[in-house]
């Protein structure tokens, strides 16, 4: 069965500075991986996912994030921080693109510092 | 455009009771889903359905009932709540082409 983890619970960086959240997958085949973003009291909205070609995959809000099969890893990026970037992010991890189920990780919480 | 409904959106309950979560999505998705939101857990999926009259269990699905009579709708059930089940449930439905899950608003539930 597949799963997902995401090493850092919470995360503090300053406005403007680069950010990467870290995400692992365990999976025996290629695997579908999703990020997603929850602002406070709200669902979740998808930033950007992988299905197969190029590893780098942008996404919305400048977001990006690099499949790296050799790390099982599906890191998330983003040059420069905004204070709105403060939220929780999930990643996840699906065996099919459609028909089963989509496994998260606990997440990561993101707070912006000025 | 409503996209994925989901009611209601607070629920006190007292321990052995029963409820009703609603989800209806208007986006004619087979694939629905409902999770559960507890803090430092993230998601966990307790039930899904691939289509009208398929359903399968997540990974947390004891205490909970799912069934799928139409595309649009998917309640769950709590057939006798316990304090265990406090917690924010979210319903999902999947876009096929581009595995995208949509999430209803939430329904945050307590059991005393």
């Known amino acids: 069965a597949q799963s997902v983890t995401q090493p850092d619970i919470h995360i503090t960086v300053s406005e403007g500075a680069s950010l990467e959240l870290r995400c692992n997958y365990s999976?025996?085949?290629?695997?579908?991986l999703f990020w997603y973003v929850q602002s406070p009291g709200q669902g979740l909205q998808l930033l950007l996912k992988?299905?197969?070609?190029?590893?780098l995959v942008q996404g919305i809000k400048g977001f990006e994030a690099e499949f790296k099969r050799s790390q099982s890893s599906f890191n998330l990026r983003k040059p420069s921080v905004h204070w709105s970037d403060a939220a929780e992010y999930f990643c996840?991890?699906?065996?099919?693109?459609?028909?089963?189920?989509?496994?998260f990780g606990k997440g990561t919480t993101l707070s912006v510092s000025s | 455009n409503a996209g994925v409904t989901q009611t209601p959106k607070f629920q006190v309950l007292k321990t052995g009771q029963s409820m009703t979560l609603q989800c209806a999505q208007d986006?004619?998705?087979?694939?629905m889903s409902w999770y559960r939101q507890d803090p430092g857990m993230g998601l966990r999926l307790i039930h899904y359905?691939?289509?009208?009259?398929?359903?399968d269990q997540g990974e947390v699905p004891n205490g909970y009932n799912v069934s799928r009579s139409t595309t649009e709708d998917f309640p769950l059930r709590l057939l006798s709540a316990a304090p265990s089940q406090t917690s924010v449930y979210f319903c999902?439905?999947?876009?096929?082409?581009?595995?995208?899950?949509?999430f209803g608003e939430g329904s945050r539930l307590t059991v005393l």
């Open positions: 992988y299905f197969s070609g190029d590893t």
């Open positions: 359905s691939v289509g009208a009259g398929i359903t």
């Open positions: 996840a991890v699906a065996a099919n693109q459609a028909g089963t189920a989509l496994i």
């Open positions: 999976y025996g085949a290629t695997p579908y």
């Open positions: 999902a439905s999947r876009q096929p082409n581009t595995g995208e899950l949509f």
């Open positions: 986006m004619n998705h087979e694939y």
